[in-house]
């Protein structure tokens, strides 16, 4: 089993539409969650990090359940330039480096 | 502005060359870190380095070197060794290497290998 896992789509959404991307992860020392976009053929970004407590950042929403270790994106109002690869990554406190991606989501928003 | 560069975007080899591929940053960061990504996996690790001429394998080091002599610079060699070099590496830095969200990835645009 993969230590972090999405689904890897491809989600075809029209504009305007509501989608939301879940990523389980297995190791219970992950301490640290965050979402990246990556388009493509380029480098992933940072989208936002993942709280306890859920964040918002305008049409993004990000949820943290660590009780069943999963975390989820939710777009609002899917624009054309969401199309993207998203990413999601956990850190790990195991008292050195270990920060792992999942193989990502890919989302195709069309008009 | 600060970021990360790297070199070249693209580079061809041929079987049984060592190839460098070159990451410069100017954002003072202490971390680096060389990843790898194939197509529909995710980012694996190869090296990272948390200090000056100091590095530690990451999950799929062989057939690959790093040297950190200086803060801003950690170049990544790709020797014959390595038997599937094709693909994507990415460099990327971190202000240090604890798990705490204030330590996230910055990467640079990356350089894709094709070996011929």
């Known amino acids: 089993r993969k230590e972090v896992e999405q689904d890897p789509g491809p989600f075809n959404v029209p504009e305007g539409a509501t989608v939301a991307f879940n990523c389980t992860y297995s190791n219970s020392a992950s301490q640290s969650f965050f979402w990246y976009r990556q388009d493509c053929r380029k480098e992933p970004k940072l989208l936002m990090s993942?709280?306890?407590s859920g964040n918002e950042d305008g049409r993004f929403t990000a949820q943290l359940n660590r009780a069943s270790q999963y975390i989820s994106l939710l777009i609002r109002d899917s624009k054309l330039s969401d199309s993207a690869t998203y990413l999601c990554?956990?850190?790990?406190?195991?008292?050195?480096?270990?920060?792992?991606f999942g193989a990502g989501t890919r989302l195709f928003v069309k008009a | 502005d600060g970021g990360i560069t790297q070199s070249p975007k693209y580079l061809f080899r041929k079987e049984g060359q060592n190839v460098t591929l070159s990451c410069e940053q100017n954002l003072n960061h202490d971390a680096m870190y060389w990843y790898r990504q194939d197509p529909g996996q995710g980012l694996r690790l190869i090296y990272y380095s948390q200090i000056v001429n100091d590095f530690q394998k990451g999950d799929i080091a062989e057939g690959y070197s790093v040297s950190r002599e200086k803060k801003e610079s950690f170049p990544l060699t790709v020797t014959s060794a390595q038997k599937n070099p094709t693909a994507f590496y990415l460099c990327?830095?971190?202000?240090?290497?604890?798990?705490?969200?204030?330590?996230?990835?910055?990467f640079g645009a990356g350089s894709r290998l094709t070996v011929l």
């Open positions: 993942v709280y306890s």
């Open positions: 990327a830095s971190s202000p240090g290497t604890g798990f705490t969200g204030a330590n996230v990835l910055t």
């Open positions: 990554v956990v850190a790990l406190n195991t008292g050195g480096f270990k920060t792992i």
